[in-house]
């Protein structure tokens, strides 16, 4: 079982940065993909970013590529999710979500963090 907590959510302004973090307990973290998703109200829940095992691939969605970078550090459980250049649209909860395989599906993920909000004003 994976448990995962996101943090580090909150209020910006257009053109400014956040970070997010996501811990996860247990001690097989680097056996799993980490994914960031985010979901903005009325609309389903749609890919981020996603990492592999060792850190060593990532995946990003178009509407974030080049402004977000993901990261993971396997010694201390976290992944991370920097996020520059924000925009209002990128207005959303965010979560965090493990699985064994390389997918940006998000069916194919069974583990979630409960969300964080992030909010960005004009």
């Known amino acids: 079982q994976v448990q995962l907590v996101e943090s580090g959510g909150g209020l910006a302004q257009a053109g400014g940065s956040l970070r997010l973090s996501c811990a996860s307990s247990?001690?097989?973290?680097?056996?799993?993909?980490m994914a960031w998703f985010r979901q903005a109200p009325g609309k389903e829940r749609e890919f981020v970013a996603a990492i592999n095992w060792s850190g060593g691939s990532t995946s990003y969605a178009d509407s974030v590529k080049g402004r977000f970078t993901i990261s993971r550090d396997n010694a201390r459980n976290t992944v991370y999710l920097q996020m520059n250049s924000l925009k209002p649209e990128d207005t959303a909860i965010y979560y965090c979500?493990?699985?064994?395989?390389?997918?940006?599906?998000?069916?194919?993920?069974?583990?979630w963090g409960q969300g964080t909000q992030v909010t960005v004003s004009s």
């Open positions: 979500a493990a699985d064994p395989s390389f997918t940006t599906w998000v069916l194919d993920y069974d583990y």
């Open positions: 247990g001690r097989t973290f680097s056996s799993y993909v």
